[in-house]
């Protein structure tokens, strides 16, 4: 078996980063060692940036449809449909800069539904019980040995992205460095039969740990007595015992449906590359889940680098755009590493963590704090460094979702234009020397004249496919020096 490129990992971040791949013209393979997708709810919610970006490949109202029920299950589990930082829920979507930019609540496996089903529609295959056991790089490529339901055999591809989650069997394959910090802290969560709970304290912390509880569902937070093992499951056994070292009361598990259990163990890979063998999502870096930023921080690991190694396969990449995927995106995944940590540290019971706790909890009464927290969890913050002078606010940034009135006067959102996954320069007709400083690179570049109708100060944009502002430009005459550098960094001369 051959392809462009091999996708490790079925999961989300890889049924993604194959997509983007195969929408950039490559021919991806994704290979996975399960047998189906896993049932674990996992995540149960993307961030704004992950939003915007799946509604860039029209996957928006796929998502819209399971946001009410998923607003409905996070209310029921932690009593606040607000976000939190160190479960302290007071982060206000009301109050912050974008509110209009919102994330999506979608459980985990709904979400690899969507995603695999987009996938399926470019006509990219999932091999099932593939499980990979050997990796050798040389210059003309990677090869893959890999276990399968009809015995070993070899794949050979251009380059390899690990997609296979924070235990990544291509990471260690590979050779990847990946150091970090020891969990400490473990969450347990049952749900299912459960007798007894209306013995229980109420949710909060105890002496020994956090209980939370509803009915059907109880969870700990403990500060030891981590699994051995934690490919066994959760079991109603180990649940019951939890409980009672946190609470000192004994409860009944008679049924169990669901279960989740993780540590907040922190651990980054120093490089996302090493030759030919890349990482992604979860494989690149691990942290607690507090603030839902992990799923997230993956699909935009994906974004980022689809585009990227489909310009290198191509032999049509400007010089070092692939190693512009570990320094963009390395940062931003230390920046996770670092606020969760902080909020493990909050999380620990003992007078001084409450009384830190405590101040935390009256800053998000402040806007303008409240406004900080929602940023270090939502992405919006997040500017990459340009190989260029940039000095539009925008540039290095994130792009919303621009509202354009094009010439005929019909209307038109930057996410229905960017669903080829083709970079976009969007100007007004005032500027028509944007256009005209990019004709060399039409070939590679959708040019869309419009007014962009929502954003003061903002009157021509080039957008990368992973929904950069690469360049911007306000009222009057463009800066087309500026412009063209940019289009030489990120785009092949036709």
Known sequence: MNADVVVVGAGPVGLLLAAELRLAGVTPLVLDRLARPTSEPKARGIGPLAVEAL?????????????????????????SEKGHFAQI?????????????????IWQPDLERILAEHLASLGVPVLREHEVTALAQDDSGVT????????????????????????????????????????????????????????????????????????GMVATVEHDGFPEDRDVPLTGEEMRDS??????????????????????????????????????????HVHSPNGGQGLNLGLMD?????????????????????????????????AVLHNTRAQSALLRPGAHEAAMRDIVSDLLDLPE?????????????????????AAHPLA????????????????????????????????????????????????????????IEDRDGLTAAFVRPDGTVAW??????????????ALHAWLPLA
């Open 369 to 389: 704090a409240n406004r900080y927290f929602g940023r270090l969890l939502n992405g919006l913050g997040t500017r990459y460094d340009l190989p260029y002078p």
């Open 243 to 284: 409980v009672l070292r946190v609470t000192g009361v004994e409860v009944e598990v008679t049924a169990v449906r669901d279960t989740l259990r993780f540590t907040d163990v922190a651990r980054q890979a120093t490089t996302y590359r090493l030759g030919r063998v890349l990482l992604a999502g979860d494989a690149a």
């Open 144 to 215: 893959l040995t890999v276990r399968t339901p009809e015995g070993e055999r070899r794949v050979h591809a251009a380059y390899v992205a690990g997609c296979d989650g924070g235990r990544s069997t291509v990471r260690k394959l590979a050779g990847f460095d990946f150091p970090g910090t020891a969990p400490t802290s473990v969450v347990r969560r049952l749900i299912g039969d459960i007798s007894g709970m209306e013995r229980l304290p109420a949710p909060g912390w105890q002496p020994a740990g956090m209980v939370m509880h509803a009915p």
């Open 302 to 334: 994906a974004v980022n680098l689809g585009w990227k190694l489909a310009a290198t396969v191509t032999g049509r990449a400007p010089d070092g755009l692939l190693d512009t995927y570990t320094a963009e995106r390395h940062p931003v995944g230390a």
């Open 472 to 485: 911007a430009s306000g009222p009057g005459p463009a800066d087309t020096t500026t412009l063209t550098a």
């Open 89 to 105: 829920y007071k982060i206000d979507p009301d109050l912050q800069e974008e509110p209009e930019r919102t994330g999506a609540l």
């Open 55 to 79: 509604r860039r490949r029209g996957l928006g109202e796929d998502l819209a449809k399971f946001h009410e029920q998923g607003l409905a299950d996070k209310t029921r589990d932690h009593g």
């Open 396 to 451: 290095g940034r994130p792009c919303p979702d621009l509202r354009l009135t094009l010439p005929s006067g019909g209307t038109r959102t930057l996410a229905e234009l960017a669903a080829s996954g083709r970079p976009l320069l969007v100007h007004a007709p005032s500027q028509p020397e944007t256009a005209q400083a990019a004709a060399a690179w039409r070939d590679a570049l959708d040019v869309v004249e419009a007014t």
